[in-house]
Nanobody, 124 residues
Framework: QVQLVESGGGLVQAGGSLRLSCAAS????????MGWFRQAPGKEREFVAA????????HYADSVKGRFTISRDNAKNTVYLQMNSLKPEDTAVYYC?????????????????WGQGTQVTVSS
């Protein structure tokens, strides 16, 4: 089982940027496709972005397309989420997750390992 730890969250003004990191341990990150999800207060968890094992394929929720970029560095066992042009509606706890499968719709992939989450707050 891979262990995941997110970092990089914080408070930022609307229009600003943050970069989240997700560090993996226990097993090589290259064994997994990875995803980012988020959960706002009172709402269900939602898919944000996913990346396949090599980083050659990515997928984004429509709400973040063009503003967020997912990437990975397998040598560093780390996945990133670069978030630009942040909006108050991006406020949520952000989670990274790992899966051994990358479906044609990656948001439906069975993510079995999850981090503890990092809070992102965007002020207006």
């Amino acid at each position: 089982q891979v262990q995941l730890v997110e970092s990089g969250g914080g408070l930022v003004q609307a229009g600003g940027s943050l970069r989240l990191s997700c560090a993996a341990s226990g097993r090589p990150l290259s064994s997994y496709a990875m995803g980012w999800f988020r959960q706002a207060p009172g709402k269900e968890r939602e898919f944000v972005a996913a990346i396949n094992w090599s980083g050659g394929r990515t997928h984004y929720a429509d709400s973040v397309k063009g503003r967020f970029t997912i990437s990975r560095d397998n040598a560093k066992n780390t996945v990133y989420l670069q978030m630009n042009s942040l909006k108050p509606e991006d406020t949520a706890v952000y989670y990274c997750a790992a899966t051994s499968y990358y479906y044609s719709d990656p948001s439906k992939s069975p993510f079995g390992s999850w981090g503890q989450g990092t809070q992102v707050t965007v002020s207006s």
